[in-house]
């Protein structure tokens, strides 16, 4: 399988490369988003692409944005992206991985939901009994399931950059008491639903990232991708094992690989093997069989 680390639209303008997606304008009130095959580990875009990611995720989305669509409106349009590019170089890159959405003003917080102790929360709560401000039980172990999902949001870092956790005051000052209240609840009643229903897949969500603009009269919408192996963690719920960081269906298997590489995960990251490639691809695609299977 041929992968795609950047498109090359010739028939509409280029707007935006980031960290996976890039985006075209399609007129004055849509864009067009192609999700390539590019991987962000450690807020770095890694040289190798992940084949067919893109098409894991747009197709993931596709089915949270329609599952979800009775708890906040998504960004979709409706329009099929061949539709909007000339020529057949152009279709075949967006031929399964790409959406055609409503311009919108992107909030400036990643809304993060965390349902259970891992990553940098659990490093956090190692240092100082707490996660993101939260206090916490004491005695957790790591991979624990919270007590209750935390909606712990973050700033947007600019590609290359890292995002920084904020606190819930903090997002207040950046969205206003109103729409910062909007949001965490639209997240984490979000979080709820997708991860009891894919408990019943035998998944586990363990935490996730979303993202949300507003149109010109201010209503709310679930922008960017949904509940993908990209933007959550998820875990195999047959082997999970609290004590320890289960094994995942997500990019954190290129992560383990980059964290035990000797890498300093500043400048340029190192060339990832070929096996470690094939095994997430092989994930990601897991994890779509397991959530869309009847």
């Given at each position: 399988?041929?992968?795609?680390?950047?498109?090359?639209?010739?028939?509409?303008?280029?707007?935006?490369?980031?960290?996976?997606?890039?985006l075209y304008e399609?007129?004055a009130?849509?864009l067009l988003?192609?999700?390539?095959?590019?991987?962000?580990?450690?807020?770095?875009?890694?040289?190798?692409?992940?084949?067919?990611?893109g098409?894991?995720?747009?197709?993931?989305?596709?089915?949270?944005?329609?599952?979800l669509g009775?708890?906040?409106?998504?960004?979709?349009?409706?329009?099929?992206?061949?539709?909007?590019?000339?020529?057949?170089?152009?279709?075949?890159?967006v031929r399964?991985?790409?959406?055609?959405?409503?311009?919108?003003?992107?909030?400036?917080?990643?809304?993060?939901?965390?349902?259970?102790?891992?990553?940098?929360?659990?490093k956090?709560?190692?240092?100082?009994?707490?996660l993101?401000g939260?206090?916490l039980?004491?005695?957790?172990r790591?991979?624990?399931?919270?007590?209750?999902?935390?909606?712990?949001?973050?700033?947007k870092?600019?590609?290359?950059?890292?995002?920084?956790?904020?606190?819930?005051?903090?997002?207040v000052?950046?969205?206003?008491?109103?729409?910062?209240?909007?949001?965490?609840d639209?997240?984490i009643?979000?979080y709820?639903?997708?991860?009891n229903?894919?408990?019943?897949?035998?998944?586990?969500?363990?935490?996730?990232?979303?993202e949300?603009?507003?149109?010109?009269?201010?209503?709310?919408?679930?922008i960017?991708?949904?509940?993908?192996?990209?933007?959550s963690?998820?875990?195999?719920?047959?082997?999970?094992?609290?004590?320890?960081?289960?094994?995942s269906?997500?990019?954190?298997?290129?992560?383990?690989w980059?964290?035990?590489?000797g890498?300093d995960?500043?400048?340029?990251?190192?060339?990832?093997?070929?096996?470690?490639?094939?095994?997430?691809?092989d994930?990601?695609?897991?994890a779509?069989?397991?959530?869309?299977?009847?």
């Amino acid at each position: 399988m041929s992968a795609l680390h950047e498109s090359t639209i010739s028939s509409l303008p280029l707007l935006h490369r980031g960290k996976v997606r890039d985006l075209y304008e399609v007129d004055a009130g849509h864009l067009l988003i192609v999700q390539t095959d590019r991987l962000s580990a450690f807020d770095v875009i890694l040289d190798d692409p992940i084949p067919g990611k893109g098409e894991v995720l747009t197709t993931l989305s596709n089915f949270w944005f329609e599952k979800l669509g009775h708890i906040i409106p998504n960004h979709l349009s409706g329009i099929a992206p061949e539709s909007v590019v000339n020529g057949e170089a152009d279709k075949a890159q967006v031929r399964g991985r790409a959406f055609v959405t409503k311009k919108l003003k992107p909030l400036p917080i990643e809304a993060i939901v965390r349902g259970y102790l891992v990553g940098s929360g659990w490093k956090d709560y190692k240092k100082t009994g707490t996660l993101c401000g939260f206090a916490l039980p004491a005695g957790l172990r790591e991979a624990d399931k919270l007590p209750e999902p935390l909606f712990t949001p973050s700033t947007k870092a600019a590609v290359g950059d890292h995002d920084e956790n904020i606190s819930y005051a903090q997002a207040v000052e950046l969205l206003g008491e109103s729409r910062a209240a909007q949001v965490r609840d639209a997240a984490i009643s979000l979080y709820v639903e997708a991860a009891n229903f894919a408990a019943t897949k035998g998944i586990i969500i363990a935490d996730t990232k979303f993202e949300f603009g507003v149109d010109e009269e201010g209503t709310l919408y679930l922008i960017d991708e949904a509940l993908t192996p990209d933007s959550s963690r998820f875990w195999p719920a047959e082997s999970y094992q609290p004590g320890s960081n289960p094994p995942s269906f997500d990019k954190q298997f290129v992560r383990d690989w980059l964290e035990s590489s000797g890498w300093d995960k500043q400048g340029q990251a190192p060339r990832v093997p070929q096996e470690v490639l094939q095994k997430t691809s092989d994930k990601y695609h897991e994890a779509l069989q397991r959530l869309m299977t009847v």
